[in-house]
């Protein structure tokens, strides 16, 4: 079946401008995360969605980041006013919670990422 | 909080030789521990998890990890590698209650030569 899928896979932006960046989970994922991995670091959380409720924002680095998962399932994360400090790649997850059983799981599966580079 | 030390940044090894590379992690409250591998411009994919259980976790690709709580270690293992194996490798952790994010590592660059 398909996979985490994200879009645009790379984006240019000068200094200033706003972005959006699209992820499309596995169809039926109740939650889906958002990752931020700088250049030579591990993936480091930014926000966290449970269906369409955004329970953790507590990684979003500032205000200019914004994060909606309106019908829970697509989900777009926003940078306004874009710095050079942004430039990173974004990676999006998606978990079940809970697998057929009823167990958790607790594996979270990941998108290809955008890589957003910020001149 | 918790964190997670990835000891090498990279690892250089023959092919066909084996390899180990380290994790260890830090938490007050019990975790899920995962390794999850990068190629080139691609996303995470897990290769295995420790959720309970065993100690001796078996992942794809030939890959092998054990838990150790007391050392507080979760060792990835490989008998034999592969070219195709080279990839950044990420130890995780995650709270075992609830949606719980995962905290990575810095990662470990696993480069295989012929």
């Known amino acids: 079946g398909a996979g985490v899928s994200q879009s645009p896979r790379y984006k240019v932006a000068k200094r200033g401008q706003d972005v959006a960046l699209r992820c499309d989970p596995i169809?039926?994922?109740?939650?889906l995360f958002w990752y931020q991995q700088a250049l030579g670091q591990g993936p480091e959380f930014l926000t966290y969605?449970?269906?369409?409720?955004?329970?953790?924002k507590s990684g979003l680095p500032s205000d200019r980041f914004f994060a909606e998962r309106p019908e829970g399932s697509v989900s777009t994360l926003k940078i306004q006013r874009t710095q050079q400090e942004d430039s990173a790649v974004y990676l999006c997850?998606?978990?079940?919670?809970?697998?057929?059983?009823?167990?958790?799981?607790?594996?979270?599966?990941f998108g290809p990422g955008t890589r957003l580079t910020v001149l | 909080a918790q964190s997670v030390t990835q000891l090498d940044s990279q690892v250089p090894v023959f092919e066909e030789a084996p390899v180990e590379l380290r994790c260890n992690y830090s938490?007050?409250?019990?975790?899920?521990l995962f390794w999850y591998v990068q190629y080139p411009n691609q996303g995470l994919q897990l290769l295995l998890k420790?959720?309970?259980?065993?100690?001796l976790v078996k992942g794809i690709n030939g890959f092998e990890a054990e838990f150790n709580k007391s050392q507080t270690s979760f060792h990835l293992r490989k008998p034999s590698v592969h070219l195709s194996d080279t990839a950044e490798y990420f130890c995780?952790?995650?709270?075992?209650?609830?949606?719980?994010?995962?905290?990575f590592g810095k990662g470990t660059m696993l480069l295989v030569s012929p």
């Open positions: 969605f449970q269906n369409e409720a955004q329970l953790d």
């Open positions: 420790y959720l309970s259980g065993s100690t």
């Open positions: 938490s007050s409250v019990s975790v899920y």
């Open positions: 997850a998606s978990s079940l919670d809970r697998d057929s059983r009823g167990e958790n799981t607790d594996t979270q599966y």
């Open positions: 169809s039926g994922h109740v939650s």
């Open positions: 995780a952790v995650s709270l075992n209650s609830g949606y719980s994010t995962l905290t």
